[in-house]
């Protein structure tokens, strides 16, 4: 389900009452542990973080007009999304996520390449999704990137 919304408000605010609580905590707590640099806005339909191009002026290699993705999350049909490309470039990453997430999460991991399925919005792991943010800065991953990119 793509939004067609150009704010991260106007996305909220479009969601259903029963989404709305679950979204709005999710958007506070990346947004008061997200490094310095990452940029806020609307990406793909989502709710994404970037490293704009007064950082990395190359921007994202498939529409380099684009700024660079990093992160982004959505309210889905069946559940809300968390899509963040720094596990999926990074195993070292992603194998500390999938080791602390049954320490904050009794319901059994549900991912994919680079996003978190979250089908209960009750027992969505806030504080570990508040440490995963922290542990990627914007420098970092443009070296992950460009490193891969360069494969």
Request: hydrophobic content about 40%.
């Amino acid at each position: 389900m793509t939004s067609k919304a150009t704010t991260p408000e106007d996305y909220i605010a479009e969601l259903p009452d029963e989404r709305k609580a679950a979204i709005i905590k999710l958007r506070e707590t990346i947004l008061s542990n997200l490094p310095k640099g990452f940029k806020e806005g609307m990406s793909y339909g989502m709710v994404g973080y970037v490293v704009p191009h007064t950082l990395y002026p190359a921007g994202y290699h498939c529409s380099p007009e684009l700024p660079l993705p990093f992160m982004s999350f959505a309210s889905q049909k069946n559940f809300i999304a968390l899509y963040h490309m720094g596990m999926y470039a990074k195993k070292e990453l992603l194998d500390w996520f999938v080791e602390e997430y049954p320490k904050h999460c009794k319901y059994k991991i549900d991912m994919g390449k680079s996003c978190i399925r979250f089908k209960k919005i009750d027992a969505i792991p806030f504080e570990l999704i508040a440490e995963l943010v922290q542990k990627m800065t914007p420098e970092e991953w443009i070296e992950i990137y460009e490193t891969n990119l360069k494969r």
